[in-house]
C-alpha cells in the first residue's frame, strides 16, 4: 500500500513516474465491488456494498469507495466497468437493461470526477473484463480475441488488435442477446424473449433446472422441495453430491452455452475465447470445448480454443484499472 498523505490528484507524469495504481470497480445489478490494481494483482482487500436504487445513490455509492480507498492510497485514477451501454470518450450511459432502472442517460464520469478529483474512464463491463483478460493472457496483440462474463447474466467483449471493438454506437459485442430459441419461452430483462443470457447464465442455468422439477419427487432429488427458491449454488452443490436432476440440468446449461459460443466462433473467427465471472468456476472447459467443437463446421471447429479467465472474478475490476491507466498513459504521450 501507498500511503496517502491526504485526498488530492497528482500530476499525470507523476502518475507515470511513480507507477501508481488504479482503482478498480465493477456495478452489476446487485452489488458494487471495488479493489486498488497494479501489474494485473488485486493489492488492496476489495470492497463490496450492495447496489443501492437510483442512479444518484449509485453515483454516491461510488464516491464514497473512491474517497475510502483513497484514505489509504495514492490512486492515479478510477476505472468503472458497468452494466449497460458507454461513451467512453464523454463517460456517459447511453442505455442500460432492467439491471440497473434509471441509469440510462447518467454523465457518470462528469459526476464522479468533479466529487473526487480524480481521472476517470468508464466502460461497459464486459469490455473491461475481456480487455483486462487480453492484457493478462498476452494476448492483446492478436486480431481478435473474445471475452465472455457469465454471472446473472452473459456479457461479451471483442477485443481486436488490443482495442475493444465498440461499433458504429458503442453498443457493439452484446452477445447475450443473441437470440437462441424462437419459441419465446423465456423472456429477458432486455424486453425481448430468449436471448442467450436467458440460457447460458446463472439465472438461465437455473431456469432449464426447474424444467427437469416437475414430478420429481425429494426422494428422487434434493432440489425437489427448493423449486421456488432455487439457486446456481444449489444446483452445484447437489450435483457435486451426485444429484442426477441437477447434473443434467448442469450438462443442458453447457449445451445452452456452447451454442451461443459457437456462433461467435463462426461469425468472428477469433483467436480464443476467455471466460471469464463469478459462474466461470461451475465450467467443464473440456466439456465445453466438445460441445462448441460439435456445432461449428470443420474450418472453424479445428480452430477452437477457449480458456478460463487468469483474473477470475476480478477481470471487470482489473480490467476496468488498466483501462484508466492506459488512457492516462496515451494523454501523456
Request: charged share 15%.
Amino acid at each position: 500500500m501507498i500511503p496517502a498523505e491526504g485526498v488530492g490528484t497528482p500530476s499525470l507524469d507523476s502518475m507515470l513516474k511513480n507507477k501508481l495504481p488504479a482503482l478498480g470497480i465493477d456495478l452489476g445489478g446487485t452489488k458494487l465491488s471495488a479493489a486498488v490494481v497494479q501489474d494485473f494483482k488485486v493489492i488492496s482487500e476489495p470492497r463490496t456494498v450492495p447496489t443501492p436504487h437510483g442512479s444518484e445513490n449509485i453515483v454516491s455509492a461510488i464516491v464514497e469507495l473512491i474517497q475510502a480507498f483513497q484514505k489509504d492510497h495514492v490512486l492515479a485514477g478510477a476505472g468503472i466497468a458497468t452494466a449497460g451501454v458507454v461513451d467512453p470518450d464523454t463517460g456517459n450511459i447511453l442505455g442500460s437493461t432492467g439491471n440497473l432502472p434509471g441509469w440510462s442517460g447518467t454523465p457518470l464520469k462528469t459526476l464522479i470526477e468533479s466529487r473526487t478529483m480524480l481521472p476517470i474512464r468508464v466502460d461497459n463491463d464486459a469490455n473491461a473484463a475481456a480487455y483486462g483478460d487480453a492484457l493478462a493472457m498476452g494476448m492483446a496483440d492478436k486480431e481478435c480475441v473474445i471475452g465472455v462474463t457469465l454471472g446473472t447474466g452473459i456479457g461479451t467483449g471483442i477485443i481486436i488488435n488490443g482495442k475493444v471493438f465498440r461499433g458504429s454506437h458503442f453498443a457493439a459485442a452484446e452477445g447475450g442477446h443473441i437470440r437462441v430459441n424462437l419459441g419465446n419461452k423465456r423472456f429477458c430483462t432486455c424486453g425481448l424473449f430468449d436471448c442467450w443470457e436467458e440460457y447460458g447464465s446463472g439465472r438461465g442455468l437455473v431456469a432449464t433446472t426447474k424444467e427437469l422439477l416437475p414430478g420429481v419427487t425429494s426422494a428422487q432429488s434434493e432440489l425437489a422441495n427448493h423449486v421456488e427458491f432455487l439457486t446456481t449454488r444449489m444446483i452445484t452443490a447437489a450435483a457435486d453430491n451426485g444429484d442426477i436432476i441437477a447434473q443434467k440440468g448442469l450438462n443442458i446449461w453447457h449445451e445452452h452455452l456452447a451454442v451461443g459460443i459457437a456462433s461467435l466462433e463462426h461469425f468472428m473467427d477469433p483467436e480464443c475465447f476467455i471466460i471469464s465471472g463469478g459462474l466461470s468456476s461451475v465450467v467443464n472447459f473440456d466439456l465445453l470445448r466438445e460441445l462448441v467443437i460439435d456445432r461449428c463446421m470443420p474450418r472453424y471447429a479445428e480452430n477452437v480454443k477457449i480458456f478460463h479467465s487468469q483474473l477470475g472474478i476480478y477481470a471487470g475490476i482489473i480490467g476496468a484499472a488498466h483501462e484508466v491507466l492506459t488512457h492516462i498513459t496515451k494523454q501523456t504521450a
